[in-house]
Nanobody, 121 residues
Framework: QVQLVESGGGLVQPGGSLRLSCAAS????????MGWYRQAQGKRRELVAT???????NYADFVKGRLPISRDNAKNTVYLQMNRLKPEDTAVYYC???????????????WGQGTQVTVSS
């Protein structure tokens, strides 16, 4: 089995910062792209940023340099540094990983359980 566990969410004032982490563990044969998505209340889940194993990145337009993504391949962990946060960034943030498991060797998408980020004064 594979687990993705997010951490680092919480309540922050506008203009503040948070750092989200997501660690993948379990019967992992190889990791590929990892990413962060978010879902605000009453809205669809949307892409925030993705990063390949070689650290090529892709960002949603609204990120505008505020939310850099990074990863540590040795730790199977992806990070989202959240800077200059705005109230509209309030959402549940989910990490996603594309990986192959030892048991099946098939490529699959795995999601974390989500972590709440609330930006409010």
């Amino acid at each position: 089995q594979v687990q993705l566990v997010e951490s680092g969410g919480g309540l922050v004032q506008p203009g503040g910062s948070l750092r989200l982490s997501c660690a993948a563990s379990g019967s992992i044969f190889s990791m590929y792209a990892m990413g962060w998505y978010r879902q605000a209340q009453g809205k669809r889940r949307e892409l925030v940023a993705t990063i390949t194993r070689g650290s090529s990145t892709n960002y949603a337009d609204f990120v505008k340099g505020r939310l850099p993504i990074s990863r540590d391949n040795a730790k199977n962990t992806v990070y989202l540094q959240m800077n200059r946060l705005k109230p509209e960034d309030t959402a549940v943030y989910y990490c996603k990983a594309d990986l192959r498991t030892i048991s099946s060797m098939s490529l699959g998408n795995y999601w974390g359980q989500g972590t709440q980020v609330t930006v409010s004064s």
